[in-house]
């Protein structure tokens, strides 16, 4: 959904409903309508469901996520990203973000697991994709 969609995101899941509990932990974590990515997949953990069933649970609230922890979105009006490209990717950074590429981009998931098997932050692992204009796709709360 685009930016002017904004306060329609239950429109994207046509006939689903709220799952109560996961309704709570958002409501709980929630602050002036929006619940920042960490909280949303602490919550996807602690429900043991996928980050795809909180974030469509965030949807049909007509929430925001906020605070993406690859510092794609959420940071703000005047700086919606936190990420900027590195000064410098390692050629071992670059094989592996190429060979974990879906066609032309890299998903979250696969971005995450980058950075979790290499030792480094998600911000570092897209901050090397910014720098090698490698776009990231298929958010797992579903944002983009």
Not at 92 to 103: F, S, Y
Not at 114 to 122: D, G, I, Q, Y
């Amino acid at each position: 959904m685009v930016h002017e969609d904004a306060g329609h995101y239950a429109a994207k899941h046509p006939g689903a409903n709220i799952d109560k509990a996961i309704s709570d932990a958002i409501a709980a974590k929630e602050k002036e309508g929006r619940i920042t990515c960490a909280a949303a997949h602490a919550i996807a953990k602690k429900q043991a469901c996928s980050p795809q069933v909180v974030g469509m649970n965030i949807d049909l609230l007509e929430k925001r996520i906020r605070r993406c922890q690859l510092g794609l979105f959420g940071y703000g009006l005047k700086k919606k990203k936190a990420v900027k490209p590195a000064a410098m990717v390692t050629k071992t950074l670059r094989t592996a973000i190429r060979k974990a590429m879906d066609g032309d981009s890299i998903t979250c998931q696969a971005a995450w697991t980058l950075a979790k098997e290499m030792s480094l932050t998600r911000l570092e692992v897209s901050s090397a994709c910014e720098a090698l204009k490698i776009k990231i796709s298929k958010c797992q709360l579903g944002a983009f």
